[in-house]
């Protein structure tokens, strides 16, 4: 956790001292240098599971829209215009660096194990990404909602024990505002991103190699998972919650229900999905569960089989937000189980 802080503090005094760009006018919640990885040139092939259907679209226009980290409030008090979207680059700087020698050394036979601090710069790279989606920001807002209601009921069932009151009666809604409030101050609050990023990296990391013909899906919410979170993935989650929570300074209604919000924000499923390139995947594993691991963390990894490879694409299409992406214009596995949940 401390390894984790220091780096991200390294990144933050880096970014102060670099020289602000000029405005940007769509920006990305996924980074282009990660997309371009599926281009060619700055295409890339799109399947939209609401529209049902598979076309090409520049790089510049997937998975960003206008102003979506825009906000006047924030750029006067820090005194820097669109302060949130340059919050992301040197993050997104050191994230590029490790990424792209991965990449190199594994497709030139030279990749050996992940050393330390690149394994802490793309811990912190994976959990900002996890918490700076459009999908990031409406699961917040779903959590404050149903956290708020529950609170407001358990209140309600105290102080007026003879109100008859039902859970389906309440309607309780965050507006885009709440929501956007919500997700910068996961973002920038540095207990809670170091908390996400612990979540990662204390995990065993296998690399795995696809050598089939088929390449691996990416999304509009890259990081995906599987499987019912353990009882150790839980009582972390929730000790980092508390922790991060006590230090966070937020007040009022929020301030009360931060540290649940967290807590289901820090729960991720045993298997832990994020692919890096169209054939290289990094698999993060529960350690409680998958204790055979141990010898293997940090090394890259064939990838056994075709099944293997649609299961992974498979959480791709189920957990995007709505748009996956792929190198080729092969999305049979994306329509057959779009076709499937009907």
């Known amino acids: 956790?401390?390894?984790?802080?220091?780096?991200?503090?390294?990144?933050?005094?880096?970014?102060?001292?670099?020289?602000?760009?000029?405005?940007?006018?769509?920006?990305?919640?996924?980074?282009?240098?990660?997309?371009?990885?599926?281009?060619?040139?700055?295409?890339?092939?799109?399947?939209?599971?609401?529209?049902?259907?598979?076309?090409?679209?520049?790089?510049?226009?997937?998975?960003?829209?206008?102003?979506?980290?825009?906000?006047?409030?924030?750029?006067?008090?820090?005194?820097?215009?669109?302060?949130?979207?340059?919050?992301?680059?040197?993050?997104?700087?050191?994230?590029?660096?490790?990424?792209?020698?991965?990449?190199?050394?594994?497709?030139?036979?030279?990749?050996?194990?992940?050393?330390?601090?690149?394994?802490?710069?793309?811990?912190?790279?994976?959990?900002?990404?996890?918490?700076?989606?459009?999908?990031?920001?409406?699961?917040?807002?779903?959590?404050?909602?149903?956290?708020?209601?529950?609170?407001?009921?358990?209140?309600?069932?105290?102080?007026?024990?003879?109100?008859?009151?039902?859970?389906?009666?309440?309607?309780?809604?965050a507006d885009e505002r709440a929501r956007f409030a919500a997700q910068l101050h996961l973002v920038r609050d540095e207990e809670t991103r170091v908390s996400m990023s612990t979540v990662f990296f204390n995990r065993h990391w296998w690399f795995l190699q696809n050598r089939t013909a088929q390449p691996f899906y990416t999304s509009d919410h890259p990081i995906v998972e599987d499987g019912e979170v353990t009882p150790e993935a839980s009582l972390l989650a929730a000790t980092l919650a508390v922790n991060a929570a006590s230090k966070s300074g937020a007040a009022g209604i929020f301030g009360r229900l931060l540290p649940i919000l967290l807590t289901g924000m820090f729960k991720v499923g045993p298997i832990v999905a994020l692919p890096l390139a169209p054939d290289v995947m990094l698999l993060m594993l529960d350690r409680a569960k998958y204790t055979n691991c141990a010898s293997l963390d940090g090394q890259l990894q064939n990838m056994l089989n075709e099944t293997d490879l649609e299961f992974y694409n498979g959480l791709q299409v189920l957990q995007s937000h709505r748009r996956v992406y792929s190198s080729d214009a092969d999305f049979d596995l994306a329509t057959r189980i779009q076709s499937a949940q009907g």
């Open 1 to 173: 956790h401390t390894t984790l802080l220091n780096s991200w503090r390294r990144c933050y005094t880096r970014r102060w001292m670099a020289t602000s760009p000029p405005r940007v006018k769509r920006e990305h919640y996924v980074p282009k240098f990660y997309l371009r990885e599926w281009a060619t040139g700055e295409s890339l092939q799109v399947f939209d599971k609401a529209l049902g259907r598979q076309f090409p679209q520049n790089i510049k226009n997937i998975c960003s829209a206008r102003a979506f980290y825009d906000d006047g409030e924030l750029d006067t008090l820090v005194g820097e215009p669109q302060s949130f979207e340059s919050f992301f680059r040197s993050f997104e700087e050191s994230g590029a660096k490790v990424i792209r020698e991965l990449l190199d050394s594994i497709r030139a036979g030279s990749f050996s194990v992940v050393s330390t601090p690149a394994r802490v710069d793309l811990a912190i790279f994976i959990a900002i990404q996890q918490l700076r989606t459009k999908k990031a920001r409406g699961v917040t807002g779903d959590l404050m909602e149903a956290v708020a209601k529950k609170q407001f009921l358990a209140h309600m069932r105290l102080t007026q024990p003879d109100l008859p009151i039902e859970q389906s009666w309440l309607e309780m809604e």
